[in-house]
């Protein structure tokens, strides 16, 4: 293995935090990634990665050489990119929603890699918060305010909400005109993924936003079980207006509460600093960028 592959080989180790991932990112032998990685130690005599049964990590001085060598291999990814007619190339991994990506993205995917007849593009749509870094992932879209200041943003927009029930649901518990008209009324509890309490509604009254937490019958941690939940009338519930476009246009579900809508959530674009200079991310940043700002979202 030459010196720049195993340059990337390392930088990849210690993004996956695994031999083995690594390897099967790159399409080696595990045991050709561990020789090519000792011999780098021994070339630099240096120990650059912690090794224990379960992860791989990196020591001060491996540290400082992932830096460097993701600045080399950035650079170096933007020079032949150069020199091939600026024709972005290879794989890109991308994380998002699974509804926003069919709704949104799916549709416009056809053209972006016509354009760019030499990306590959894996779409991931885990449903847990995933390590950018150690996964290698190179960008994920996200709904809400980003918690991870370790990553570089770009927002995307903003997604209006809406509040929503079922026709039975109203049937049997009535139309709420106001906060006040609230009591005898249960939610659809939605777990947050971060703290794995149920989030309450978000209403707005005279343009600041309040709280309420009502009863509820069933909770769950997947947008699409919550919204099952709302259409079979176990209560109401918030989510980006979007989700429910086609059913609020038919009638089989209802907004209520038009007059309190929650506020807007972020949409955002995540991506590590490493990967801050590659053609490819860029120009996929670009083609989401496009989509939202012409949506109606």
Do not use: K
């Amino acid at each position: 293995m030459d010196h720049l592959q195993s340059l990337r080989l390392f930088a990849r180790v210690v993004e996956r935090g695994s031999f083995t991932a690594a390897a099967n990112d790159l399409g080696i032998p595990r045991s050709t990634a561990t020789e090519a990685i000792r011999q780098l130690e021994a070339r630099l005599g240096a120990r650059l990665l912690d090794r224990t049964t379960r992860h791989v990590a990196t020591t001060p001085d491996g540290q400082l050489y992932y830096d460097r060598c993701t600045a080399i291999l950035a650079d170096l990814d933007d020079a032949e990119t150069v020199l091939r007619d600026s024709e972005p190339h290879g794989q890109l991994r991308i994380d998002a929603p699974g509804l926003l990506t069919r709704t949104f993205i799916l549709p416009a995917l056809p053209a972006f890699l016509a354009r760019y007849p030499r990306l590959q593009l894996q779409i991931g749509q885990a449903d847990r918060l995933v390590d950018l870094v150690r996964e290698g992932v190179d960008c994920a879209i996200r709904v809400g305010e980003p918690v991870d200041s370790g990553l570089i943003l770009r927002r995307l927009g903003m997604l209006h909400e809406v509040t929503v029930a079922s026709p039975d649901y109203l049937a049997r518990h009535g139309v709420p005109r106001t906060l006040d008209d609230l009591g005898g009324h249960a939610m659809v509890g939605f777990l947050s993924s971060l703290t794995g309490d149920v989030l309450p509604l978000e209403l707005t009254v005279d343009g600041r936003p309040h709280d309420v937490r009502l009863p509820m019958r069933v909770s769950a941690n997947h947008s699409d079980t919550t919204a099952d939940l709302a259409r079979l009338g176990f209560g109401l519930l918030q989510a980006p207006r979007y989700r429910f476009a086609a059913e609020l246009a038919a009638g089989s579900l209802v907004e209520v509460l038009p007059d309190h809508p929650p506020s807007p959530t972020p949409l955002s674009a995540l991506y590590p600093h490493n990967r801050e200079l590659s053609p490819r991310l860029r120009v996929f940043l670009d083609f989401v960028v496009a989509i939202f700002r012409s949506a109606q979202i």
